[in-house]
């Protein structure tokens, strides 16, 4: 069974995919990048805040697969500079608690719309 999921909690998908994907057991969630649900807007140009707003967005679509931050199994992050790995690395752990998810964390030459970071994540029904 494969399965949309939309929320008005996060950005709305700005080309072909979904928000996310719930496949059973598993929920494939798009990356996400720093805008704004209700604007489409950027929060900010400051690397802190729109990894604070990644993680909100990644929040919105966890909460309409009646999921929280717990179920994130794997975690990808895209920066477009590795300088700022510190202060994402932050914003992401204060939104987690242990036992923490797998996670990769690479620089990217460039992300949509010129963010600063962006994250995927795939999460599980059952912890």
């Known amino acids: 069974m494969f399965k949309p999921i939309a929320t008005d909690k996060a950005p709305a998908a700005i080309g072909p995919y979904s928000q996310a994907v719930d496949v059973g057991d598993v929920i494939y969630i798009s990356g996400q990048i720093p805008l704004d649900p209700s604007t489409q807007e950027f929060v900010s140009d400051d690397v802190k805040e729109q990894a604070?707003?990644?993680?909100?967005?990644?929040?919105?679509?966890?909460?309409?697969?009646?999921?929280?931050?717990?179920?994130?199994?794997?975690?990808?992050?895209?920066?477009?500079?590795?300088?700022?790995?510190?202060?994402v690395n932050e914003v992401y752990a204060s939104f987690l608690s242990e036992p923490y998810p797998a996670r990769a964390a690479v620089e990217v030459g460039k992300l949509p719309k010129g963010a600063k970071v962006e994250i995927e994540a795939i999460a599980v029904k059952e912890k």
């Open 52 to 87: 604070q707003q990644v993680m909100k967005n990644l929040g919105g679509i966890l909460e309409e697969a009646g999921l929280d931050y717990s179920h994130i199994a794997k975690a990808n992050i895209y920066l477009d500079s590795m300088d700022d790995f510190a202060v």
